[in-house]
Structures are given as C-alpha cells and as structure tokens.
T-cell receptor, first 110, second 115 residues
C-alpha cells in the first residue's frame, strides 16, 4: 500500500519568514495530494491540493509543488503569520482512500 | 449543509464499558471514514465505507472495535470492552460520490477518555 513520509515533525519560524514542509510517497499510481491544517483542538481542514497533472499550485501565501518522478511534494508558506501556527498533514491517494503523513507542528514566533 | 456531525463530542468512561461513537456524513457523500488520532500514532485510518458497505477495515486495531453503517446518513463505531489505551480523538470524515481519494470533510471529532 501507499506509504507517506513527512518532514520535519516540528518547525519554528519567525513571523514573516517562509516555511517549507516536505513529503514523499511510495505508490506511483497516486494522483491526488492534499494538505490539511489542524489547529489545536479542531478538526483537520483542507487548505490546498494538487493533482498529478500539475506541477505547482498557488493560493495567496500558500503553494504546493509536486515532483512525480521523485515522488515528493512540498508545502510552502510565505510571509508566515502567528495564525499559521498549527499541525499540517500531507496526504496521497491510495486505491480508494487517503494516506496521511505523520504531521508537522509549525510554530510561528511573533 | 451542517457538515459532518459527530456525537458525543466528549466521552469519559471506565475501563470495560462499551462505548458507541456516532457519525452523520454530509448528505450525498457516499464514502465515510473513521480515524483515530493520538499524539503517539498520529492520524490512523480505522475503516471506511462506500455506499454503506465496509471496504477496508484493516486499520481496526482488534476485535474490540466494530463499525456499522446501517444507512447512508448514519454510522457507528463501537468499542467493547474499552481500555485506557483507546483514549484518543476519533474523527469521522466523508467525501463525495466517486471521489474517495479526494477531499475528505472531517467532523469535529469525539474525544474519548477511558479511565
């Protein structure tokens, strides 16, 4: 089955700096790669996703890149703000469901 | 739509008791997923259904766990008997028809504490 690895497990940045979270996956058939944000005590919520026919996607301060050859994808957050502090999960499609990474706890220091 | 609804939001029970968690998916979604989240193990998929039929239950930890989906608008996850190591947040999620591997909408979760 699919195996998704996510790094780093924790990340601290100064407000205004950029943050990058990286994931790798094992199943070359995977074709959908979402990123979820989970604030403390809340549910995971989709913030951005990318499909295998696209290499990069941006939404304001958030961007995701995908390298299908290398089987890795990354989340980039620019101009970080304190409200970006949360746990971020990457995921990749398996046969019929999502396989999640282990999460990255991002702390933005004011 | 109210989104995915879960009940109860918090459950505290004693070891050995039966626990039943409930989920109502978003209307029209035909995939339903149960997850367990702990600090140690992260977000684990327990089981998922398509059109009320269990498709993959390989994530269910042991026979003490069971899940049902009697109709398109209701699912339960039961633990009997419960143990302290079952303490976790349990999420239910649903996704649109034919899009099991696409966006999943999570419920607010049930925080279970077994003492």
């Amino acid at each position: 089955g699919e195996n998704v690895e996510q790094h780093p497990s924790t990340l601290s940045v100064q407000e205004g700096d950029s943050a990058v979270i990286k994931c790798t996956y094992s199943d070359s058939a995977s074709n959908y790669f979402p990123w979820y944000k989970q604030e403390l005590g809340k549910r995971p919520q989709l913030i951005i996703d990318i499909r295998s026919n696209v290499g990069e996607k941006k939404d304001q301060r958030i961007a995701v890149t995908l390298n299908k050859t290398a089987k890795h994808f990354s989340l980039h957050i620019t101009e970080t703000q304190p409200e970006d502090s949360a746990v971020y999960f990457c995921a990749a499609t398996g046969a019929n469901n999502l396989f999640f990474g282990t999460g990255t706890r991002l702390t933005v220091i004011p | 739509d109210a989104g995915v609804i879960q009940s109860p939001r918090h459950e505290v029970t004693e070891m050995g008791q039966e626990v039943t968690l409930r989920c109502k998916p978003i209307s029209g979604h035909d995939y339903l997923f149960w997850y367990r989240q702990t600090m140690m193990r992260g977000l684990e998929l327990l089981i998922y259904f398509n059109n009320n039929v269990p498709i993959d239950d390989s994530g269910m930890p042991e026979d003490r766990f069971s899940a049902k989906m009697p109709n398109a608008s209701f699912s339960t996850l039961k633990i009997q008997p419960s143990e302290p190591r079952d303490s976790a947040v349990y999420f239910c999620a649903s996704s649109e028809p034919g899009l099991a591997g696409y966006e999943q909408y999570f419920g607010p979760g049930t925080r279970l504490t077994v003492t």
